[in-house]
């Protein structure tokens, strides 16, 4: 069983502080190979960047071909902009100063292409009016509430009518529709595959009614990771997978028929033995993900672990295995939740052929960069 996560281990473990989390950049690749398999080609992808938040994995995408983005904050934008991406997309109906700022993005890199979602009459006549006055044209493309129940518009006759908006308003310009379908997370790929197909009609008749009606329609941006292979399937939609690339024990978990690697992992160490059976690690949910009921991270050394505690800055842990481990050990685990993990993260250690060379910035961790 040991040798199934030997690459995990580091060989210059002992120099790296912990908690640490650490990106084994063979994997990473690996998954991104796999997600142009899933998607068939470059060109059908616009893969989600929130996950890792990084320049170096963006333009990675980009040289093998990639020239699409999806990010959900203007910071992400900025990042994604600063290293050359072509096309980014704010999947964040942009309110109050946000769009003065995503006006200022479109300005400082005029060779990449903004746009941003809207399903909100109001908020399209705040974007349309700031944009005009500043003598700019943003592409927006109405987001479709497919099921979630989070942001959008319900596909139909009012979806519609904020589509013909975007021709009769001053500064902004059809961009399309976008339609997230992340709460559609059945293990069983048959069904998940069901629900997806019927999450999707409304946004297909939509599309046909509003080409019908002789409406530009660029662009249908659709899906996250779970359904990205059903949506890899379906023809003249963008493909925009997130969590794929550094992959998680949640997905992993969830979703068996997605052959993704886990790539991103916490390097943790044992700071206290307060009892037998008992361990306590210097992880707490200051270092990773804790939205989400335990286990928040899996530790493949420690099969059988109960988590007592979770704390700001520990982690006490049941296990029998805690005999095998002193004070100063190192314990590798896999996040359930890998965006939220990254996040908390100022830096990543850069694993390379099993060791760490390399320390990046998590560039857009931060809600503002310059603008």
């Known amino acids: 069983m040991m040798s199934l996560w030997k690459w995990m281990r ?7 502080p912990s908690p640490s989390l650490v990106l084994h950049w063979e994997r990473v690749e690996d998954n991104l190979r796999r997600m142009l398999d899933v998607a068939g080609s470059a060109g059908r992808l616009r893969p ?6 990084l320049p170096q994995i963006v333009a990675r995408q980009m040289a093998l071909g990639i020239n699409k983005f999806k990010c959900a904050t203007v910071a992400e934008a900025e990042m994604a902009a600063t290293v050359g991406a072509a096309d980014v997309l704010l999947a964040m109906q942009p309110v109050g100063p946000n769009i003065s700022r995503l006006l200022q993005l479109m300005r400082t890199f005029p060779r990449t292409q903004f746009s941003t979602i809207c399903d909100d009459p109001a908020a399209l006549r705040d974007i349309a009016r700031s944009a005009a006055a500043a003598g700019l ?3 927006v493309l109405v987001d479709l509430d497919v099921g979630q129940g989070r942001t959008g ?3 139909g006759v009012r979806a519609q009518e904020l589509y013909k908006m975007l021709l009769s308003e001053r500064g902004v310009r059809p961009g399309g529709l976008h339609a997230y379908d992340g709460h559609l997370q059945q293990s069983d790929p048959a069904e998940r595959g069901a629900a997806c197909e019927a999450a999707f009609a409304p946004v297909d008749k939509l599309r046909t009614e509003l080409r019908a009606m002789g409406l530009p329609l660029p662009r249908v941006v659709v899906g996250g990771t779970p359904t990205f292979p059903m949506h890899a399937r379906r023809f003249g939609v963008e493909c925009s997978p997130g969590t794929c690339v550094l992959w998680d024990a949640g997905y992993a978990s969830k979703l068996p028929d997605l052959h993704f690697l886990s790539a991103a992992t916490v390097l943790t160490r044992v700071i206290s033995r307060p009892e037998e059976g008992r361990l306590c690690l210097d992880l707490g949910h200051k270092a990773v993900a804790s939205e989400m009921a335990h286990p928040r991270v899996v530790f493949p050394a420690l099969p059988d672990a109960r988590v007592l505690a979770h704390n ?3 982690l006490v842990l049941e296990t029998i295995h805690a005999k095998n481990f002193v004070v100063g050990s190192v314990l590798h685990g896999i996040p359930w939740h890998v965006c939220p993990t990254v996040a908390l993260h100022g830096t990543v250690q850069i694993a390379k052929k099993g060791r760490v060379d390399e320390e990046w910035p998590v560039t857009a961790r931060t809600r503002r960069l310059s603008v």
Request: hydrophobic fraction near 40%; proline fraction near 5%; avoid cysteine.
């Open 10 to 16: 580091l060989a210059n473990e002992a120099e790296l």
């Open 48 to 53: 989600h960047i929130k996950t890792h938040k």
């Open 137 to 139: 044209v943003v592409e």
């Open 153 to 155: 518009i319900a596909p």
């Open 312 to 314: 700001e800055e520990h």
